[in-house]
């Protein structure tokens, strides 16, 4: 009798990725049309939630987010640990503390496609999880979406920097 050990982790992590990249299409398409306009904002809820396991990941792997590159990494690295190998790209650091996160393959758009959903949810999820997580792993920095795969440009581009200094209230108004 086979044991799980007896399956090489390879064939193990290839199931467990294409499972959690096509999940989100699977609920899309079980229960968007029951659920009407309620299913956006409750889609959005989860994927924000999902965001503290990118956290998670970050922290138990000792994962560095101290500035932008460092964010950026570590964001990519969690990412492919929670949704697999399917999901590929690279970080560029930027000068003045930005970096991007390019995103040349993505596991949802995959799976998506496969199941004829439409890709403008899937972005709803992305920016709901990466809004969120990045945030969380520095409460100084935030991101941006500048091309998404989504609406059809040919890879996403995530903006991530530090957040503008709050302006003077008295400064202000002079």
């Known amino acids: 009798m086979l044991d799980l050990k007896d399956i090489p982790d390879a064939v193990r992590w290839r199931f467990a990725a294409e499972c959690a990249a096509t999940l989100p299409a699977l ?3 079980a229960f968007r049309e029951a659920l009407g306009e309620k299913y956006d904002a409750l889609e959005q809820e989860i994927w924000m ?10 922290h138990d792997c000792s994962l560095p987010a101290r500035n932008a ?5 570590s964001f990519q690295i969690a990412t492919v640990i929670l949704f697999g190998p399917e999901y590929g790209g690279e970080t560029i650091g930027l000068a003045d ?4 996160v390019l995103v040349k393959r993505c596991p949802f758009l995959i799976h998506g496609h496969t199941l004829a ?12 999880l990466t809004l969120t997580a990045v945030p969380l792993l520095n409460k100084n920095y935030t991101a941006r979406f500048v091309r998404t795969m989504c609406t059809g440009d040919r890879q996403c581009e995530i903006r991530i920097e530090k957040k503008p200094e709050p302006q003077d209230k008295a400064a202000a108004k002079t």
Do not use: K, P
């Open 117 to 128: 959903t439409d890709h403008e949810h899937t972005f709803s999820r992305c920016m709901a």
């Open 27 to 29: 609920y899309d398409v």
């Open 49 to 58: 939630e999902l965001a503290r396991m990118v956290q998670d990941v970050v």
């Open 97 to 100: 503390d930005g970096a991007t």
């Open 69 to 73: 590159q460092e964010i950026a990494r």
